[in-house]
């Protein structure tokens, strides 16, 4: 028995998750979490270096992952990588890369929230790099394989990594740098003003996501 594919069990919070279709879309930039006939769409726009993505994976995002378990969204996901041109280095470019690969592996979800759960500790040390991203892949259960191990080693993903900054970029509109991380729209319709602080509060962005609906 290989013990890479082992892994440890996915945080409670996330239990159920591994259930939900993941794929990309046909832009080939989005990353598409639950049922495509969700009513309700939520684009997201994240680096994986970004403290107020990590606040609100742990704050807001919860109620997003359970109203797309029981099948009422679905999240789109653009990944950024401009955190590396600002605080150096390429945690950002080889986070993304990664998760790209979870992506095959059918195990993006679960990956994802590994990542930005260890985020403070791998920023403290410098940044994500190949063994802290393929150390991280031991907690998903069945993701290391060699397919995955060598994606993430010899950035597989680059160009993909690339068109999702492009894409970053250009939602920003006039501002070429791109809109900010997190970027939350609901149905096409962006989270901002007085209502972005609703992100960071699970009853509150919860009772955002359903209004939506109405």
């Known amino acids: 028995m290989d013990d890479r594919n082992a892994g440890t069990p996915a945080p409670k919070a996330y239990s159920g998750v591994e259930e939900l279709p993941e794929k990309l879309a046909a832009d080939g930039t989005t990353i598409v979490v639950g049922d495509p006939a969700a009513a309700t769409a939520v684009r997201l726009y994240e680096d994986p270096r970004c403290p107020v993505v990590e606040e609100f994976e742990a704050t807001g995002a919860p109620a997003l992952r359970e109203m797309t378990l029981r099948r009422e969204t679905r999240a789109e996901y653009t990944l950024a990588s401009f955190r590396d041109d600002r605080v150096g280095g390429e945690g950002s470019k080889r986070a993304v890369n990664a998760l790209r690969a979870a992506l095959d592996a059918g195990k993006f979800t679960e990956y994802h929230a590994v990542i930005f759960e260890s985020m403070a500790e791998n920023e403290l040390a410098g940044g994500y790099t190949t063994a802290s991203l393929l150390e991280l892949a031991d907690q998903v259960a069945g993701l290391r394989s060699e397919r995955f191990d060598s994606a993430v080693a010899t950035m597989k993903y680059k160009d993909f990594v690339t068109d999702s ?26 989270v901002k003003g007085d209502r972005y602080g609703l992100l960071f509060e699970e009853e509150s962005f919860a009772l955002l996501l359903n209004s939506a609906r109405d």
Request: net charge negative; charged share 25%.
């Open 165 to 190: 900054q492009k894409k970053y970029e250009a939602a920003g509109g006039d501002d070429p740098r791109g809109p900010g991380t997190p970027t939350v729209v609901i149905n096409g319709t962006e």
